[in-house]
C-alpha cells in the first residue's frame, strides 16, 4: 500500500488538482493507494470564519463558487452535473453552522478527487475518516489501537478499490461526535492511514521540495535537507517548520515506515526522506512566536558539544547587531534555542542560515605554525572549533601543519603557496633569520615570539622592509601584552614622547603576591613560579629584567625608536651578587635575605606605597643632558643617569616604589599596564589582563586575520 497525502496548497485549484491526480494515478500502477487530502487552500481559514461571523453570505458564495469553478473545469456533462449537486448538498449543511464547522472543507475536496479519479476509470471508494479515526478525550492526539482497527478493517473489507480516498484532518472523539486533528493534521491522518496498513510509502506533498533548511519563504537561500531522522524532523516541526505536523511522525517511526516530502509542483525533485539514520550536524533553522511579540529560534541540531555552536550563534547575532533576549542553551536533544523580539526574528534566522548552512565566499589563508607548545595547541583549538572560518573576518583559516621541528621554516619555505601565513609561536632565539626569505618567497610571518623581535636593531630593520618590499605583513601584536591593543596605538603615527609600561607578568605576579608578612617567603613564591613553568628556567632571567628589557625594544622600536639592548640601563630588583653562582647559592641567598625583603615591604606597606617593575623610555629633551627621566608617576630613584643615548631617548628598567596615584598601584597578579605619552595628547593608559594560552591564541589569530 502507497499512502499520499496532499496539502491544500496542493489542492488549490484545478491546475493542482490536475497534478495531484497524475501523481496519484503513477502510483495506483505500482500498487494501491489511500490518498489523503486537505481542504483546498484558504478554506479551513475561511470555513472558521464563516462559524465566527454574524452574516456569512458573502463568504459561503465565494467558498462555494472556488469549488463550482474547479468542478466546472474538471468534469463535464452528467459527471459534472452530480459534482455540483453533491457540493451544494454538503454546502446546506455548512450554511446550518455546524459545531466544528472545519471538518468540511476535507470532506468537499476529497468528494472531488474521489469522483474525478472514479470517472477516469480507477476503481475508487471514498472514506469517512471520522469513522475511522478517533481521537483520545478531550485531545487532538489519536487513538491509535482503535484507529488502526477501523481502517485495517475498512480497506480489508474492500478488496476491489485501487484507490482509496480519505479526507484528512477529521475525526470523531470518544462520544462520536466530529472532531479535528488540530490545525495541519491532515499529516498525522496520513501517517495513521499508513501505520494502520503497514504501508511501504507513506509520502506527504506540499508545495516545496522537502524539509528544509529553513522557511524559504523567509529565508531564500534554504535549500531542501535530502534526508533527515524522525527525531531531527520531528524538531524541525515542533520548532515552527510548518511543512509538517509535529504530531505526524510518531505513528510513521513506530511502525518503521519512511517519511518522504515531496512537491507537488516539482515532482521530479527527490525532496526529503524522514528515517531512522541521521547524518550528525546542522539540520536547520526553525522559529516560532512563543510569547506576544516574542520569538523562540531553533537551531535544530543533533550533536554533542554544543559549545561552539553556542559562540558561533552569539557572534552571528552580534554581527547584525542583534541582542537575544535570552542566551542561547540547548534543549535536552541538543538543539540549541535563543529568543530573541519578533520584529527582528526574521534577519535573526537568515544570519543563522548565513553561519550555518551557506558556504560565504570566504577568503581562504593557509597557515603554518611553528611551535607546538601549549599556545600552538590553543590556536589549532580555536581553529577547529571555528571549523575555520572567521565569517566577521571574511576569511577561512586553513590550518596546514603546525610543528616543533627546528627545520619548520625551512619545510614551509619550500612547499608553502605565497601569501599562506608562517606563525612563529615559538620560543626560539634564532627563528628570525628564517624571515626575510620567508617574506621573499611572498609568505606572510606573525610571531608572538619576543626573541624574534628583540634582536640587533638593523636585522629588525631588514625584516620590517623585506615585508614592505614584498607586500606581506609581519605583525607580532601579541609580543607585548597578548591581545591588548598596545603595539597597534603606538604605530598610530602620533609622537610618542614616552613609554611607561609594567609587562612583565611573571615579575607582576611574584611581586604582587608577595606580601612580607610571614604567611610565604619570596623566595617560596619564587619557586613556586619556577614549578609551575611561569618563570624561565633560570628565574634570575626574569628578575633580571630580560623580558621586560624585549618588551621595551619591542615598544620603543614600534614608536619609531631604534632603541639598541645595549642602551637601556637595568636595575634589577635584588643586588648584584645574586645574579652569581648556581641555582641552590641564589635560593640560599634569597631566603637568608627574606628579612630585608620583608623589613622592605612592611616599610612600603606603612607608607602607603608598592613595588612595581617598570621598564620606560623617555625622550630627551636636546640640550638638557643630565635629564632626570622622571615621567608623570616616576617617584622612583632614576639612579644611573649618564646623558643621552644615540637613539635621543632614555630608557630604564628599575623597580619603583609608586602611590595610589600610579596607575601601577592597583594590578592583579598578570594584568599589564601600558602607559603612551604623545606630544599632542593626554597620556593613553592601557591595562588588562596580559597572560593566558587562550588569549595568546586569540591574540595571534587576530593578527593573523587583520
Ligand atoms: P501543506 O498545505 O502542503 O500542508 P503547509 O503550508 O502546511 O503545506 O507547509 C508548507 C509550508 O511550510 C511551505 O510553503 C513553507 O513556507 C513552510 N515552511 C516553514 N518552514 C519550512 C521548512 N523548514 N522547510 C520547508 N517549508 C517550510
Ligand atoms: N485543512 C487543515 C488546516 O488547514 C488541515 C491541514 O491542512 O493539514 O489546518
Ligand atoms: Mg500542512
Redesign the pocket.
Known sequence: MIVLK?????VENATAMSRVLDIVESAASRDRVVLVC?AI?GCTDALIEIGRVEDPERQLNDLLNRHIAIIRRLFTGPDREQAIVDCKTIFSEIRCIPAVIEQFGEILSTRILARKLHTEGFKTTWLDSRDLVRTLPGSTEADTKATYKAISEAIEKDAVARIFVAPGFIARDPNGAPTTLGR?G??YSASLYAAALGAQDLE?????P????????DVPA?R?IPAISYGAAFD?ARY??????APAVAPAREAGIAIGIRNTFDPSHPGTVIAAQDEPGCK?V?SMETAPGITTIALVCHQTGADATIRRIGTALREIGVRPLSEPVPDEQGNILVTVRTLVARSCVAALHREFFEARALSSLDVYVAGAGAVGRALQGIVKERDGQFPAAGKRINLLEISSNHDFADHVLQTARSRSVFVDCTNSKDIWRKFVPLLNAGINIVSSNRRSLAIPYADYAAIKAAAAESGCFFRYNTTVGNALPILQSISGGEEVTAIEAVVSCTLNLVITSYKGDGSESFADILRRAQREGLTEADPRTDLAGRDALRKLLILAREAGVPLEASEVEIHPMLPTEFFEGSLDDFYAKLDAYEGELARQETFLHEHGLRRRFVASLQREIPGQAGNDGKTAWNEGDAAGNDGPKACGYRAVIEMREVGIESPYYWIDGTENVTVIHSVDSYPLVIKGSGEGVRLAAAGIIKDILL
Open positions: 496532499f496539502g491544500g496548497s496542493s486537505s487552500k495541519g491532515s499529516d506527504i506533498w506540499t508545495d516545496v522537502g524539509i528544509m533548511t529553513a522557511n524559504p519563504r534554504a531542501s524541525m515552527g517548520a510548518k511543512v509538517l505536523y536547520g526553525a
